[in-house]
């Protein structure tokens, strides 16, 4: 199908004073006003609606959407909580439970503007079967959204509370290798405009791989021209735990491990001082911004401003919802333009557009997706078209900007993934709401009968 986009209130792009999209073959191939639909295209009428690019999750777990406030880790540091919600329950995750979770936070995701989900799972011990894994590239798949999978690992119960006392037992090294390859092999696309993308990506940096496991892992990714990810510096224990056992500092470890670079991109980064912004900034690594989650679990606040200053590029994530209980990328990314001017006392300190690109242009181009991210003709056409004629953006001067300034709730008229719509009239396309609430809740019930 081609379609034509007409008279939009306003659009986040370079090109000035446009309203109208043309989309053919997947593509952003004109943008202007007052163009005229061909026979073969499908006008779109976007009257009282705001247009973005899609935005570009760079960090989730989507196998935590089924475990959202879960009340003994409420109140909870991240070290408590690890203990108390995902490593308490990850091991009785079924296929089927993880394929509702995923379609559940790919839903949130998609009605809040986000059109790519990059997501770090870590599901896998060494009696697992690829069947998990396969859900979640299956329910993107049957979503249309495009999915980055972050395939963790550990290969020690490292130093972690909670990773100590799970029974399960971490996989090989040869088994991660063996298992990832597998997975490249099957969903693995490269290009700029790539639907489906693996990552290499231990669980946690410091905490649950031995050096010549992180550099092993290292060569296998850059031997595949994969990206690398993980977490690093969410809280201080990270810091603590490299000095205890490594004997210098997290970030100088993540260099002796080969995994600084601009194929490198660290989850929460928020204990961040100059020495370490400068090692990321010098070696092009990036960040997954993920403010939602470090403000619900007490981390602190991630020094992105510095960050960007020095060079990084910074990006947004939602993180997973057992730690910020949303899943919305554009609450995230109100957060992330509001907390910097809190933390800063300083109401220049960040702009809206600063926090969209961060969330759209910023986020694809960090995953290799640089087809992406932009309305710019030759682009992919993942669009978002914000329904902005509501009672609760009437009253905004800046209508561009209405979107991210008010945040959620918000209601999305149509949303393309490359050129395919995959949301309508606040809906998701392929997914009946009530079938997945129905399924998310037995599928909860079930878990908690076997924990308990």
Not at 215 to 222: E, L, N, P, S, T
Not at 279 to 295: F, Q, R
Request: net charge negative; with cysteine.
């Amino acid at each position: 199908m081609h379609y034509l986009i007409q008279n939009a209130r306003a659009v986040f792009s370079d090109t000035p004073d446009i309203s109208d999209i043309r989309i053919r073959d997947g593509l952003i191939t004109e943008l202007g006003r007052g163009l005229i639909p061909a026979a073969d295209e499908t006008p779109i009428d976007a009257s009282g609606c705001v247009i973005y690019p899609g935005m570009v999750n760079t960090h989730h777990h989507l196998f935590q959407s089924v475990l959202k406030g879960i009340p003994a880790g409420l109140n909870h540091g991240l070290d408590d909580w690890l203990a108390s919600v995902p490593f308490r329950f990850w091991p009785s995750i079924s296929p089927e439970l993880m394929y509702h979770s995923a379609r559940l936070g790919l839903y949130e995701l998609l009605r809040s503007g986000a059109t790519t989900c990059a997501d770090h799972h870590y599901l896998y011990h060494a009696a697992s079967t690829p069947e998990t894994e396969d859900a979640v590239w299956q329910a993107a798949d049957e979503l249309g959204i495009r999915l980055v999978l972050c395939r963790g690992s550990t290969t020690t119960k490292g130093s972690h509370r909670g990773m100590k006392n799970a029974t399960i037992e971490p996989e090989s090294i040869d088994q991660i290798i063996s298992r990832m390859d597998a997975s490249r092999t099957r969903y693995h696309q490269d290009g700029g405009m790539a639907m489906r993308k693996l990552v290499v990506a231990p669980t946690s940096f410091i905490h649950s791989s031995t050096e010549n496991d992180l550099k092993a892992c290292a060569d296998y990714a850059r031997s595949q021209n994969l990206k690398l990810h993980s977490h690093l510096l969410e809280v201080e224990f990270d810091e603590i735990a490299a000095k205890n056992n490594f004997g210098m500092r997290a970030i100088d470890y993540a260099e002796k491990c080969n995994w600084l670079g601009d194929d490198v991109w660290f989850a929460h980064l928020v204990w961040s001082d100059d020495y370490v912004i400068k090692k990321l900034a010098e070696s092009g690594t990036g960040i997954a911004h993920c403010p939602t989650s470090n403000c619900r679990l007490g981390s602190g606040i991630a020094p992105a401003l510095a960050m960007q200053d020095a060079g990084m590029n910074i990006t947004l994530g939602v993180d997973g919802s057992a730690s910020a209980e949303s899943g919305s990328m554009l609450q995230e990314a109100n957060l992330a333009w509001l907390i910097h001017r809190a933390a800063q006392k300083n109401a220049e300190a960040t702009t809206a557009a600063m926090a969209i690109e961060w969330a759209t242009k910023n986020g694809a181009g960090l995953l290799g997706l640089t087809g992406t991210g932009e309305i710019k003709t030759g682009k992919a056409a993942d669009i978002v078209l914000y329904n902005t004629d509501k009672p609760r953006f009437a009253g905004v001067h800046a209508q561009l900007e209405a979107p991210l300034l008010c945040g959620e709730p918000v209601e999305i008229k149509y949303s393309f993934i490359q050129g395919k719509p995959v949301v309508e009239n606040g809906s998701v396309k392929g997914l009946d709401e009530a079938e997945l609430v129905a399924n998310v809740q037995q599928g909860v019930a079930e878990l908690l009968a076997k924990v308990r």
